[in-house]
């Protein structure tokens, strides 16, 4: 009897925190036979893939030495000198990958190249500032999806970089009350005008309490002088000719569409766009605003990428299509066609998928080559599967992330205090800070890897983001113990990572109690 009652006791220690698990052991068995992280891996020496052979290195191969010395032997019939080769830029040493990669991007920067940064988007903002990748695309490519790309490329700032001329011009800063400013000439905001709601309040001289309840005051005048019956809108064209922009006062006609019923339907979706002192700090000024469609509804415009990134982000995609590496699934490159034509056809829809796309192209351009990522957007099936993608990349990445911006704070601190006795303690946690970065990018690089290979080998990001989302673990350490079970179902092969997938449970670990009992009862 109490043996029995010991047993139970121990068994119930053993019980995980969830109630469903998948065993190792049934993993293994499904898992047998089918290929694996080797097999993935001598695919891509094969095919002279360097850069995704490199990440999938990351996560331990078992074959591992075999596998180097034929990638040595690739690489050492590669031209150019061992520290220079196009390799190390293209993360490929493919015939075909090397040809298209000189054809198209040329190298990379000096500077960059001296600080060993090969991203993908170095590449791609190299290519456009030599003109290199435009000038090919629009001579030489045929495909139609890649014109409708190049078609919505930007040409003189960003989607939406407008507003800031208009918040800073005095015809609308400078006077309170509603206003309707219809856009012409900006192709990514066809039949739209903006609805704005500015208030003004003196401030000059008041106390900080006084102040505090002038600003409180101002956000509401703004706010309410909207829904108010006698409601009467300035109408202003902005206009846009030849890369010059202009804003000029118009009579109600240039506006017939909205009127002051209109304005007051859409009053409480109004965004604060502006809230501060005038530049001689007399008045404070709040300005309330947002975008009218061609219905006079209000639209959420979300913010794009800053041009800088923006255009060259834009080029590398459509070389991606052109080369062919987004086409499998149901065709992610025909699917930035389509949206770039209706973004510039006034579809809002279109224009905010497209926006969310390109960010999400980013985050993989910004951490990985040009190889690694023609490798990863071939196992994508459709954009949704690009973006799931780039939220696990961005998930691994958070910790060290936080850490770099924490010393980048610290930095600054440092140089903004001479005090050497309080420079001390700055140095400490510096150092401090610096140690936990180095670990956590350790996290990070097999981190990245496993996202990386489970993606190759199941060919479903978005099944691994459920996965990792939906792990039954609270708290930090829930992508932790996703992630590290996700790397056990790839070392039993392909079969047990889309068993594990299809399951979405975690790896079953028998806690220290039930694994001192098992060997008594085998």
Known sequence: MLVGAFVALLVGLATPAYFRAVSPESLSDVGEGSPGLTEEADKLVRAAKVGPYEMLKRLGLPDSEALDQRMNNVLSNSKGDSTDSVYLLAGTAGAVDVENFRKYFGGLDPFNRAKGRNAAFFVFNHAYRQGVLKDWLDSKSNNQNVKRVLESVPLDGRPGAFWAQVLTNPLIRDAPGAKVVKLDGFRFFPDRRLALSVAIHPIQGLSEEEIALAESAC???????????????????????????????????????????????????????????????????????????????????????????????????????????????????????????????????????????????????????????????????????????????????????????????????????????????????????????????????????????????????????????????KGEVREQRALADLRFAMSQGKDALDYLLELGLPVYEPSWALSAISPLFP
């Open 219 to 473: 956000h509401n005048e703004a706010r309410l002088q909207l829904k108010a019956e006698s409601l009467e809108a300035e109408r202003f064209l902005l206009s846009k000719t030849d890369g010059k922009t202009t804003l000029e006062p118009q009579d109600a006609s240039a506006s017939a569409k909205v009127t002051a019923g209109s304005l007051r339907e859409v009053s409480d979706g109004l965004r604060e766009l502006f809230a501060g002192p005038t530049d001689d700090g007399a008045f404070h000024v709040v300005i309330l605003g947002g975008v009218l469609g061609p219905n006079g509804d209000l639209e959420i415009h979300g913010r794009w990428l800053p041009y800088p990134m923006l255009v060259p982000m834009m080029l590398g995609t459509a070389m991606f299509v052109e080369t062919g590496y987004l086409d499998s699934g149901s065709d992610p490159g025909y699917e930035l066609g389509n949206l770039s034509s209706g973004m510039l056809q006034g579809d809002l829809a279109s224009k905010e998928r497209l926006r969310a796309a390109y960010w999400s192209i980013y985050q993989l351009a910004s951490r990985l080559n040009w190889g690694q990522m023609a490798e990863l957007l071939d196992s994508c099936p459709d954009l949704r599967a690009i973006d799931d993608v780039a939220t696990l990349v961005r998930m691994t990445s958070a910790r060290t992330s936080e850490l770099k911006s924490r010393l980048k704070r610290l930095d600054w601190e440092a140089k903004a205090n001479s005090d050497a006795d309080k420079g001390k303690p700055i140095a400490k946690e510096r150092e401090s800070l610096q140690r936990l970065l180095e670990e956590a990018q350790k996290d990070f690089d097999e981190d990245l890897a496993t996202v990386y290979a489970a993606t190759l080998l199941s060919g479903d990001p978005s099944a691994v983001l459920r996965y990792v989302r939906d792990y039954p673990v």
